[in-house]
């Protein structure tokens, strides 16, 4: 760094701004804007971006230093610059709930944006209207329609490569890129934008137009295309590193990748520090750096071979690189970028596509013809319409391959490592252990260099947050409805229910996050109470979505004539899945190595009612001294059923609230037959049922019972350890 003094001067500054806004960061919202979720408001502001999404339009309103998204199920004509008066409902973004989960509200913290507004009514107070930013945004929307139009699925992919614009991508196909590592292919990132301004600049130099000249059209077609695509972090990144090369280019300075790298991160972080959490800011210079660190390393690599063959006095002769050496080479960067970034995805994603350096391998250098293509298709589209169709059917022809491509690779053994979150102790070690490796290699220590790199991914990708010896339940907060993970000490992982009526498409955003978070790739035991959606709704999705998702190996229900409709199609969802079904009855159970004990204490077979609630499923948890008792929905007759059979009396560390704490749940004869120190309540924010019953809670009360409830602490976690039991709010 000492031929950088720009470089370090930068790097200085960015340690100082980070610790100066971490001294006076505020990372929650002012207490007035807390109270505001869910109250009426008028806000006055001024419209600084338009979207169209599948539910509607989307405005983003700038009101002094706060910033808010407003939603409308109508169009209406709003331009940007348009100063506007709202009237309607404010939310506050959710927080994330789960370990795993999505956070909504720090992801829009990190961009200013305070929360979204409902309107009741909108009212221009004036006109003006910024017209290079509108004229952007409406060429956008007029080039995706185009696109959609003329290449149907793919050019709604190509729409999210050249326009950052995803709102009619097929989830499945991004989640397929996703799942294949090559989901940076559907962001607009630095690649795309030095893609395009490189492109026109070398056109033109080509064409004999001077440096400055090429450099400056480079930069007018550049910067408006960055912010037609939303200028996210990482085309931030690119348009302040192509102007930096642009100025060399320009005056016959020489380019330094590196300087450039971190005065780019002076500037967005000295105007926007927050984007330091922001995965895409860590991605985006972690990819950068790591090419820069390759490119330096493999130079280095060549010189001490050069110095070998002087000693071996053969400094003429080079061997010939093998197809092997080639491929090599050719992974090389992609390699360099994964060991670099493998700390930021892991946290993000918990898992990695273990063939993803090699699918990457044939997927980015097929980019510049997907991109090429897409362009040249695009403006043949205003000159040459004929001619676009078969144009664009290149870039659908290579994106057609690509899906393909993802969809085999995933059938391939271990095409998927779920790895769950690391610790951040387990990231800075590996970050550690990596400039070791570094070193190493550039010192000639190649073994030593490998031997240092093998310990650094073990130590990160190791099951050193595998749960073996202690027992974990999580009643995983689903909205209304329920689910509960049990991980016993002897290495079982079992799922009582999932299902929610107030959250959508559960298994994807909510259930699967948290699984993999906690390296579970594949559940052993689902255990379903009964077969209402607020149960199993999330059971069925993740049956249907294994190859992509958490997969079971056993599927267990109630007795047969207890089912209904709801558990019938389970069972031949599970059926068609490959995963075994089987039932349980009062008297059977589930064990592990370690003797913990989950067994099923009813319906009685005496129990003569209806299907549903009244017959959920009863089980206890047994480990040392730790029981629980789960009692699904469970009421009416299934309750009085319980409390005359043989385990309807005992004495409990932890109670499963039936029915998500209703007022007709847990009556009082229940509860004198059921003695526990602490009860567990799933019930969602908001609910229209009020649950948890005021009745109830008032009985768990009287009786000294120590309630928790997701409604308000998020995940609830207990884990047993030895007689020690800690109860974790996630939301503390």
């Avoid at 907060?477 to 991980?487: N, S």
């Avoid at 969802?573 to 913990?596: H, L, P, Q, S």
Wanted: proline residues 4%; aromatic residues 10%; hydrophobic residues 40%.
């Amino acid at each position: 760094m000492k031929n950088r003094p720009l470089a370090v001067m930068c790097l200085v500054f960015l340690v100082i701004r980070c610790l100066v806004f971490w001294a006076g960061a505020k990372w929650e919202f002012p207490p007035e804007v807390l109270r505001m979720d869910g109250e009426k408001i008028c806000v006055s502001g001024r419209i600084f971006k338009r979207e169209q999404r599948e539910k509607g339009p989307t405005w983003y309103l700038r009101a002094g230093d706060r910033a808010y998204i407003i939603y409308s199920s109508e169009w209406s004509d709003y331009r940007i610059g348009n100063t506007i008066i709202v009237t309607g409902t404010f939310h506050l973004f959710e927080r994330a709930s789960n370990p795993g989960t999505f956070d909504s509200r720090s992801y829009y913290q990190n961009q200013n944006i305070y929360g979204m507004i409902f309107p009741e009514s909108i009212k221009v107070t004036d006109n003006t209207i910024q017209y290079g930013k509108e004229w952007i945004t409406s060429l956008r929307e007029r080039w995706k329609k185009e696109l959609l139009d003329r290449m149907g699925d793919e050019g709604a992919v190509l729409s999210g490569i050249l326009l950052g614009d995803k709102s009619a991508l097929d989830p499945e196909v991004k989640e397929l890129y996703q799942k294949n590592g090559i989901a940076h292919l559907l962001a607009v990132s630095g690649l795309h934008v030095s893609f395009i301004g490189l492109l026109i600049y070398r056109t033109m130099r080509k064409a004999g137009v001077p440096f400055s000249g090429s450099a400056a059209l480079g930069i007018l077609v550049l910067l408006p295309y960055a912010v037609m695509t939303g200028f996210s972090v990482s085309a931030r990144r690119a348009v302040y590193m192509y102007f930096i090369r642009m100025g060399a280019e320009v005056t016959g300075r020489v380019y330094d990748l590196l300087t450039s790298l971190v005065v780019s991160a002076a500037v967005i972080v000295g105007t926007a520090p927050l984007s330091v959490f922001d995965p895409g800011f860590l991605l985006s210079f972690g990819a950068i750096f790591a090419i820069w660190g390759g490119e330096e390393l493999r130079i280095r690599l060549e010189e001490l071979k050069d110095k070998e063959r002087k000693k071996e006095k053969t400094p003429g002769i080079k061997r010939k690189k093998t197809i092997r050496q080639k491929l090599l080479w050719a992974a090389y960067p992609g390699l360099c970028i994964q060991l670099l970034t493998f700390p930021v995805l892991l946290s993000s994603y918990y898992e990695f596509p273990l063939y993803s350096v090699l699918v990457n391998i044939w997927v980015i250098p097929m980019m510049s013809v997907v991109m090429g293509a897409g362009l040249l298709g695009s403006i043949c589209c205003l000159v040459l319409p004929p001619l676009a169709d078969v144009i664009l059917w290149i870039s659908k022809a290579v994106l057609m391959f690509y899906e393909w491509n993802c969809r085999i690779m995933l059938k391939l053994p271990l095409a998927r490592i779920v790895t769950g979150k690391p610790d951040t102790i387990q990231i800075l070690l590996y970050l550690f252990l990596l400039m070791l490796v570094y070193l190493l290699f550039r010192k000639g220590k190649g073994k030593s260099g490998m031997s240092a790199l093998i310990f650094a991914l073990t130590l990160l990708l190791g099951p050193w947050s595998q749960h073996y010896g202690e027992l974990k339940v999580t009643m995983i907060d689903v909205g209304q409805g329920d689910g509960i993970l049990i991980r016993m000490p002897g290495g079982l992982d079992c799922l009582v229910d999932g299902g929610s009526t107030s959250e959508e498409m559960l298994a994807k955003y909510t259930l699967e996050p948290f699984l993999e978070s906690k390296r579970i790739r594949m559940l052993d035991y689902v255990l379903i109470s009964h077969g209402d959606t607020d149960h199993i709704s999330g059971i069925q999705e993740m049956l249907e979505r294994q190859e992509v998702g958490v997969g079971i190996r056993t599927l267990v229900l109630p007795e047969q004539h207890l089912w209904d409709e709801g558990l019938e199609n389970l069972a031949r969802t599970a059926k068609r899945a490959g995963t075994k079904v089987r039932t349980m009855k009062a008297g059977e159970a589930i064990r592990d190595r370690a003797g913990t004990e989950l067994s099923c204490l009813g319906p009685s077979e005496e129990y003569g009612g209806e299907p549903g609630n009244e017959a959920s499923m009863i089980l206890k948890l047994s480990s040392g001294k730790f029981s629980m008792l789960f009692t699904g929905d469970l009421e009416g007759a299934g309750e009085e059923d319980f409390l005359q059979g043989e385990s309807g009396s005992g004495t409990y560390t932890v109670l499963k609230v039936p029915h998500h704490g209703s007022d007709g749940a847990a009556t009082e004869a229940f509860l004198e037959q059921n003695n526990a120190r602490y009860a567990l309540i799933s019930a969602g924010k908001d609910n229209p049922y009020g649950h948890p019953g005021e009745k109830l809670l008032k009985r768990l009360e009287t009786c000294g019972i120590q309630t928790f409830c997701t409604k308000e602490d998020g995940a609830i976690t207990l884990l047993v350890k030895g007689e020690t039991m800690t109860i974790r709010k996630f939301l503390e």
